[in-house]
Every structure is written in structure tokens, then in C-alpha cells.
């Protein structure tokens, strides 16, 4: 694809584990040294306790000792680009801020776009 966070979220969304909607999705994150961070989602029979890739991601950056972020990434398979859900935004917003959100498929369909695009008036630290 050209681009080593799509080609990385691309990647590891081959690990993902998916058994039950075989929904795969590999999200990337772009830390602000350029190191790329990875993160598939995993599922469980509960289903509630379920963590999509974006949020292994960030948490795998933040282990890693990453605190600042560029560019995040998120793959998967379908014809329509899939966006970090809700609880993805929630946590990108709180982790990496205003980042840039590249969403591509396996096709190599992109659409490049701020998260405050996609979760506008965020809840963040600054209302507590």
C-alpha cells in the first residue's frame, strides 16, 4: 500500500482473533518519534470483555512508553471504511487527541481524516 502504518495495521490484523464474527480488524498507531505501534482485536464468549484493535493499539504505545501520537491507522476488510467505534474514540480522543485517522481496507480504499471529525464535542479531562 505505500504506507507502513496501513501496512502494519494490514498485517496484524492477520492475528486478530475473531471466532465468533469473523470480523477482523488491525489498527496502527504512529507515536511522535514515527515508531509504530500495533493492535488487532481480540474476542471472547462474553463478548463484553471483546477489545478492538485500536484500543490494543494505544495500550500496547502507552506500555511501550509512548505519550504523544501522529497518525493512527485501522483495516479492515469490507468495502465500506470502517471508523473506530465508540469506545475507540473515547480513548484515542483521551490518548492521542485531535490525530490523524486513516481508514483503508484490504482493497486499498483510503479516507484520511481528523478524529475530531468523527467524534466531535468530545468528553475529555478538560470538563472535570
Sequence with gaps: ????????????????????????VGAAVQDDTGRIHTGCNVENATYGLT??????????????????FARVAVVADTESLTPPCGACRQI??????????VLANL????????????FPRAFDASFL
Design 107 to 118: 482493497a486499498g480504499k483510503t479516507e484520511t481524516l481528523r478524529l475530531g471529525t468523527l
Design 51 to 68: 477489545v478492538c484493535a485500536e484500543r490494543v493499539a494505544v495500550f500496547k504505545a502507552i506500555s511501550e512508553g509512548a505519550r504523544s
Design 1 to 24: 500500500m505505500n504506507d507502513p502504518l496501513i501496512d502494519a495495521a494490514t498485517l496484524v490484523r492477520q492475528n486478530a482473533r475473531a471466532t465468533f464474527s469473523k470480523f477482523k
Design 92 to 101: 484515542l480522543w483521551e490518548f492521542c487527541g485531535d490525530v490523524e485517522i
